[in-house]
């Protein structure tokens, strides 16, 4: 099976005086390849907003460091739904070098609420956005 | 004379994989000080908008790079009105080490529009908000 | 007991087109506050290879988010070890409202390792490196 | 005439609270498309300091906004060399929705200087090196 990966190039911005990849920047990569797996499906906050009349609320995230990423590394992102239950939505995230051994540098977690856009209250996942969602 | 200068601190997220402060960071810093600048004066984005009916629109900022702040270092940031015309003001900045030397590590310019809050047009500055801002 | 709490005020650059921090933003502040419990007592990363022979590697980083912060904020971030146990300390970090509630917005961890500077690997927290940090 | 162009997609982490694109975030895509320019031309860091004993210093940059970008904008970031002399490079750069008007948004400029790598003095950039630039 084929997982979501969105490529990444590590620039200047991303890295530190330790010469590596700072610890919040593996947050913004993780974030990116949640909209791109999103845009793939048709999704966006607007669109979810609007049509479904649904918030995507971020309410947790994790990373665990396993080796790290270096000034010009290409890395591949995953994003992966592992869990949907009631207003809860699991990713499960990967950040691995772009190359042939694909080491994986980065194992990450995002827990995503969803909130009704009107009352700002969480609500069960509306069953078309879960197809929406689930094709690829 | 003495002009305001904001303290801060060097921090890993503000560096790069160069060993130095990264450049875009010295705009967050000379943000941070003229937001301050403004807060001495009571005035800050909802206050403009709701007290004087304006709006600060950045046009324009530049920095001029002497010599790199690094890890850890306390900087001092300042932020000085040499220039009110029209729709326009124009911040003077100077990043220094803040030890005895008080190096000057980067000197920077901002220039900021006043637009009418209501439908989004340069407009002169208020003369009671001018008055505000040359208090100290 | 009074616990370890760093101020943090919410600049532009913290905050997101939601309206409200950024969610790396929150690790950034987390650091910070790490970087100046460790500041207090006399220990920086420089401090810890040299005197030491020990690096400190972020190893994980957690956080759960329970309510934004805002533009203008003024917030407290505590840095509280919870766990020391071989190579591994665990720091517990909760950033709250700087105001008389003190509501909590975000409940963190971080997790570093130690490691030898020489070899790269890990090893046991130096008995005098743990005493100093353990004084306030 | 051609010139260079790299893409950039605006993510929750480079706009504010204002519902643009943070002023700093415009030189973090304004430094990528710089990096990719040089890498078009197989030209990085460790290679200008080994083939040729020389780095690259920024040491002034600057912008000027012309409209602002929003969350989800597609960007053509380009980076145009339009002076070299001595020891000084400058590059002219613009930021334009990339769509079909392409509407200017950002108007940049950043100025490198060649430092000799051994004892860190500006000296004038290496003949072969700009052999090399001057390929696309």
Not at 14 to 26: H, K, L, M, R, W
Request: with cysteine.
């Amino acid at each position: 099976m084929q997982e979501f990966a969105w490529p990444v190039r590590v620039y200047l911005e991303d890295t530190d005086a330790q010469g590596v990849v700072y610890n919040a920047s593996y947050f913004r990569f993780m974030e990116r390849a949640r909209t791109e797996w999103l845009r793939q499906r048709g999704i966006d906050h607007d669109e979810a907003r609007e049509r479904h009349g649904v918030l995507f609320v971020l309410t947790g995230i994790e990373a665990h460091f396993l080796a790290p990423a270096r000034l010009g590394d290409m890395l591949a992102v995953s994003a992966d739904v592992v869990e949907t239950r009631g207003a809860r939505m699991v990713f499960r995230q990967s950040i691995r070098r772009a190359d042939e051994a694909r080491e994986v540098l980065c194992d990450g977690r995002a827990e995503v609420a969803c909130m009704d856009a009107e009352h700002g209250k969480p609500r069960r996942w509306p069953e078309d956005l879960l197809r929406e969602l689930s094709k690829r």
